[in-house]
T-cell receptor, first 115, second 116 residues
Framework: AQSVAQPEDQVNVAEGNPLTVKCTYS??????LFWYVQYPNRGLQFLLK??????LVKGSYGFEAEFNKSQTSFHLKKPSALVSDSALYFC?????????????FGSGTRLSIRP | SAVISQKPSRDICQRGTSLTIQCQVD?????MFWYRQQPGQSLTLIAT?????????ESGFVIDKFPISRPNLTFSTLTVSNMSPEDSSIYLC?????????????FGPGTRLTVL
């Protein structure tokens, strides 16, 4: 069975400071990992993904995430936060070994950037 | 990527009525998904809709309550039947673009449903 955990319900960061949103996962095969962002009254927008290759993945809006196999983590990071980054962030995982596997979403982390 | 639209974007409905949500994609896709996001919650998969076959429902969701149509490779509908206030949620359509460079799900803007 696969699962994904986002241990923080909320992360608060001052504008201009670096931010990290944590995510850990569990899959039996190869992990396909994703980050999505949801702005108020909007659907989910794809940010970035890790399938294979370089452990550091760069995505939209200056975000990046690092795949750490030994720690089964895929934390989302940004060097300098913007107020406009305030939103709900979802980590997701699917088992890449199985073409029939479904994507599983974490519980979400609300990111709040204060001016 | 894929461009996905949903209609309506929001609606307020009376208890006992039904609402049909439409999802349109700008390219042909094999797999489409319907999710529910209850207030303050994560996404829960309702069903997977493949063209030419009946939808596959997840545990806790049944066809009588959430009938789905998938008449072609770019369109699907989800009906929320005999609604109650507990059905108030955001309903999201999603498509799966699989391939060497994709393996990513893209989401529509969602339909915000309020049941009174």
């Amino acid at each position: 069975a696969q699962s994904v955990a986002q241990p923080e319900d909320q992360v608060n960061v001052a504008e201009g400071n670096p931010l990290t949103v944590k995510c850990t996962y569990s899959v039996s095969g190869n992990p396909y990992l994703f980050w999505y962002v949801q702005y108020p009254n909007r659907g989910l927008q794809f940010l970035l993904k890790y399938i294979t290759g370089d452990n550091l993945v760069k995505g939209s809006y200056g975000f990046e995430a690092e795949f750490n196999k030994s720690q089964t983590s895929f934390h989302l990071k940004k060097p300098s936060a913007l107020v406009s980054d305030s939103a709900l962030y979802f980590c997701a995982v699917r088992d890449g070994y199985s073409s029939a596997s479904k994507i599983i979403f974490g519980s979400g982390t609300r990111l709040s950037i204060r001016p | 990527s894929a461009v996905i639209s949903q209609k309506p974007s929001r609606d307020i409905c009376q208890r006992g009525t039904s609402l049909t949500i439409q999802c349109q994609v700008d390219s042909q896709v094999t797999m489409m998904f319907w999710y529910r996001q209850q207030p303050g919650q994560s996404l829960t998969l309702i069903a997977t809709a493949n063209q030419g076959s009946e939808a596959t429902y997840e545990s806790g969701f049944v066809i009588d309550k959430f009938p789905i149509s998938r008449p072609n490779l770019t369109f699907s509908t989800l009906t929320v039947s005999n609604m109650s206030p507990e059905d108030s949620s955001i309903y999201l359509c999603s498509v799966d673009l699989q391939g060497a460079l994709e393996d990513t799900q893209y989401f529509g803007p969602g339909t915000r449903l309020t049941v009174l």
